[in-house]
């Protein structure tokens, strides 16, 4: 999995430097290489729906925790994932990442000092808006087709809800009703590996896209249409380091009282090996073998990094936030206050969908986008600095593991007292 994954970071590399050369070479000539991303991210979102509902629907029929313990856990995830939201709005109204990442959008800029060279505030473009009654709609269904048909995540995690609840009910109905549903179970995990697998392979198809894209930018704003890509990546990894450095620290620190050298000295293990393997999941057995090493509960690790590997994704969660209000603002649409919240709610939402697979992270920020009803034009390009953010998601994720198993444990020596 490693060799794959650094395959294909060196061939976006070279996609995103071929690309570059052609649209300086060639100039505008060459926009057309641009619709080359299009294709991709409509493969992308027809593979990412299928992904989410069973990997929901596997997560909730196959968790079988129930009380004080998962309920420990879920609020726990919560809280860590409203702070990764609140970081990631921060990080958006302060640096604003989205008006660098404009002169790749191809959206005019309408700076302040043009609206007051003209003294007229009418002279600024207009702002685009969210419509937010249609994005509140697609939360409810309207069939059983519709949240795929459209690439509503919303729609879909209601569905693969339902769907996986229901199961888990007749499953407590007789014994032989949960030797059906053990089978429809077993049927929904394969389903989930084979498009697994199949956004493997769709990932190859990346490299086009990021060639076709940067050629255009580059044909038609030249080379400094890219200082954007790398401000927007700076301020991202920005918001990783303040989850990790403060967040999950003040729990290690003051509520668990540990040693922070201590911990990192045990946990840097496992985050690395995130971080170079592009999956928390993978990294599993390391992260164990090092809550072990802690004096970490079994019970409390397995909890924490086994049963709830579909909610610690502080990482992906953070991404997505700062990443689509990027795109909003790229693609010239303006945001109210209250509008960034319900896309901070659906990206929280999404989260719970995103599957143990490297690539899952950027996917499930396409249905955002969609459910959203923003722009996608821009992701092609955002991929190709990915690679680099898909890996410190991972370490973000596999910290988060550990920590939340640390804080699990903490809880129920407070209660015994």
């Excluded at 309920?71 to 995830?77: F, G, V, Y």
């Excluded at 009910?169 to 697994?196: F, P, W, Y």
């Excluded at 722009?375 to 092609?380: C, E, I, V």
């Excluded at 680099?388 to 988060?400: D, H, W």
Aim: proline share 4%.
């Amino acid at each position: 999995m490693k060799k794959i994954h650094l395959n294909l970071t060196l061939w976006l590399v070279m996609a995103l430097a071929a690309g570059i050369l052609t649209g300086v070479s060639f100039g505008p000539s060459v926009a057309f290489l641009g619709d080359l991303g299009k294709p991709v991210i409509s493969i992308i979102k027809t593979v990412a729906t299928p992904l989410v509902f069973f990997a929901i629907v596997d997560a909730v029929v196959t968790t079988h925790v129930r009380g004080i313990s998962f309920l420990r856990l879920l609020t726990l995830t919560t809280f860590n994932g409203c702070l990764a939201l609140a970081i990631g709005l921060s990080l958006h109204a302060f640096f604003q990442p989205g008006e660098a990442l404009r002169a790749l959008a191809g959206v005019p800029q309408a700076t302040l000092n043009d609206v007051q060279t003209s003294g007229n505030m009418a002279a600024a473009a207009p702002a685009l808006t969210l419509d937010l009654q249609k994005v509140l709609d697609g939360f409810v269904p309207k069939s059983i087709v519709d949240p795929f048909s459209t690439s509503n995540i919303a729609g879909i995690v209601v569905l693969a809800l339902l769907a996986g609840f229901g199961l888990r009910a007749h499953a407590a109905t007789s014994s032989e009703a949960q030797k059906s549903v053990d089978r429809l179970a077993g049927i929904n995990h394969t389903m989930l590996k084979g498009v697994e697998h199949c956004i493997k392979w769709v990932v190859w198809l990346v490299p086009f896209a990021v060639f076709g894209v940067s050629a255009k930018a580059a044909g038609e704003r030249g080379l400094q249409a890219f200082t954007g890509l790398g401000y927007y990546v700076v301020v991202v990894l920005a918001g990783f380091a303040f989850q990790v450095g403060i967040v999950y620290s003040a729990w290690i620190k003051f509520y668990c009282r540990q040693s922070l050298h201590a911990f990192w000295t045990v946990a840097q293990k496992p985050v690395f090996y995130a971080f170079g393997c592009n999956s928390s999941l993978a990294t599993l057995p390391l992260t164990l073998a090092s809550l072990d090493k802690l004096k970490v509960s079994r019970r409390s690790s397995t909890l924490a990094a086994c049963v709830g590997t579909n909610l610690n994704n502080d990482g992906i969660i953070l991404y997505e936030v700062v990443t689509a209000l990027a795109v909003a603002s790229a693609s010239g649409i303006d945001l109210p206050f209250v509008q960034q919240l319900t896309l901070a709610g659906l990206c929280l939402i999404a989260a719970m969908g995103v599957a143990g697979v490297p690539e899952a992270g950027f996917v499930s920020l396409s249905l955002v986008l969609t459910t959203l009803h923003l722009p996608t034009a821009t992701l092609p390009l955002l991929l190709s600095v990915d690679w680099l953010l898909a890996r410190a998601r991972s370490a973000v994720n596999a910290t988060s593991d550990m920590v939340c198993s640390s804080v699990l444990d903490q809880m129920e020596k407070n209660e015994k007292g």
